[in-house]
């Protein structure tokens, strides 16, 4: 057998024939998934839900069933952007094959999934949620009787970058701030304007010294003000949220994706989200009651152990673990 080379430049062909389109055989998974889906009548279930919020005139959108099933690539995939999404979907035939994209099709853009996103409610994306947790139900995924839960926490990076935090009570800047406390401390006059090196060699400073602290009750971000100033796992401080999430132990089914105040405490959130798992639960049409739960001992409290106890019919046994 002769080696085969590689190319160099060439003149792509303006023509081609359907049939020499390059394809590919599909991904057992998704199509297994695109099968379970269909069968369950996923599409005609979305636009249903998603038509009153569209009009009915005008240019087409992405069909609710695609915009959907391209976050759930992004989950499986472990993209955790929808430009990422987008150019994921765009460099893989099987998932253009999933998403029933024609040859001739381009795959939805970045911005086009988030107007889409824009458009569509919370209560929405809840709705369709439930809808998968029960199409696990009806293969059996998601069994009726006592079910015995996971929770636990993580910080998720905020849409906002620190650089535009502003006071909350002068609505100050940052680099206006530092240059009022140049000021105090006699380093300029007020006339003077510092240069951007040396604002930032004046706060380097005040950081050695421990004098650089920035508060949530002093500090804001103007563009996402629900997020929280909170030190990352990495060591590094950003504007973020805390995700909490409520898993079925036996099956692994995600019940409940949470997402509070960066500075909310385990304790102050988990029994929120065994209530959310639980009505998630319900609404899939099962009559399973959560009556375990294990947590690590960040959860641990006696008004959590008494909540449990207290959020059930059943009696509600907590694991605390680590």
């Keep these: 057998m002769g080696m085969g080379r590689r190319p160099g430049e060439r003149q792509q062909e303006l023509w081609i024939a359907t049939s020499r389109v390059a394809s590919a055989p599909g991904h057992i998974f998704y199509d297994k998934l695109n099968g379970?889906?269909?069968?369950a009548?996923?599409?005609?279930?979305?636009?249903?839900?998603?038509?009153?919020?569209?009009?009915?005139?005008?240019?087409?959108?992405?069909?609710?069933g695609r915009y959907f099933c391209m976050l759930l690539i992004g989950y499986f995939e472990g993209i955790d952007s929808q430009r990422g999404i987008a150019?994921?979907?765009?460099?893989?035939?099987?998932?253009?094959?999933?998403?029933?994209?024609?040859?001739?099709?381009?795959?939805?853009?970045?911005?086009?999934?988030?107007?889409?996103?824009?458009?569509?409610?919370?209560?929405?994306h809840e709705k369709v949620f439930e809808f998968v947790l029960e199409v696990a139900r009806k293969k059996k995924l998601l069994k009726d009787g006592n079910l015995c839960v996971g929770v636990?926490?993580?910080?998720?990076?905020?849409?906002?970058?620190?650089?535009?935090?502003?006071?909350?009570?002068?609505?100050?800047?940052?680099?206006?701030?530092?240059?009022?406390?140049?000021?105090?401390?006699?380093?300029?006059?007020?006339?003077?304007?510092?240069?951007?090196?040396?604002?930032?060699?004046?706060?380097k400073?005040?950081?050695?010294?421990?004098?650089?602290?920035?508060?949530?009750?002093?500090?804001?971000s103007p563009t996402d003000?629900?997020?929280?100033?909170?030190?990352?796992?990495?060591?590094?401080?950003?504007?973020?949220?805390?995700?909490?999430?409520?898993?079925?132990l036996d099956s692994e089914l995600i019940l409940a994706a949470d997402v509070h105040h960066g500075t909310d405490s385990d304790t102050a959130t988990i029994i929120e989200?065994?209530?959310?798992?639980?009505?998630?639960?319900?609404?899939?049409?099962?009559?399973a009651a959560i009556n375990e739960v294990a947590a690590d001992k960040g959860y641990h409290s006696n008004t959590v152990?008494?909540?449990?106890?207290?959020?059930g019919a059943t009696s509600c046994t907590v694991i605390f673990w680590g």
């Design 205 to 220: 400073d005040r950081s050695k010294w421990g004098k650089k602290k920035v508060s949530n009750e002093e500090w804001a």
């Design 273 to 287: 989200s065994i209530a959310t798992a639980q009505r998630h639960v319900a609404a899939a049409g099962s009559e």
């Design 152 to 203: 636990d926490a993580t910080t998720l990076e905020a849409n906002a970058a620190m650089k535009t935090i502003v006071r909350r009570d002068t609505g100050e800047s940052w680099p206006e701030y530092v240059r009022r406390l140049m000021i105090e401390e006699g380093v300029i006059d007020e006339d003077d304007d510092p240069t951007d090196e040396e604002l930032r060699r004046f706060d």
């Design 225 to 248: 003000p629900d997020s929280r100033i909170l030190k990352m796992k990495d060591g590094r401080t950003h504007l973020a949220y805390k995700g909490e999430h409520t898993v079925d």
């Design 36 to 39: 379970f889906l269909d069968e």
């Design 41 to 64: 009548g996923f599409d005609a279930f979305v636009e249903e839900l998603c038509e009153p919020f569209y009009k009915q005139a005008g240019r087409r959108s992405i069909p609710p």
């Design 87 to 124: 150019w994921r979907c765009s460099d893989s035939l099987s998932l253009r094959r999933f998403l029933f994209l024609a040859t001739d099709e381009d795959v939805p853009d970045h911005s086009s999934l988030t107007r889409v996103r824009n458009r569509l409610p919370l209560e929405v």
């Design 305 to 311: 152990l008494v909540d449990c106890q207290e959020a």
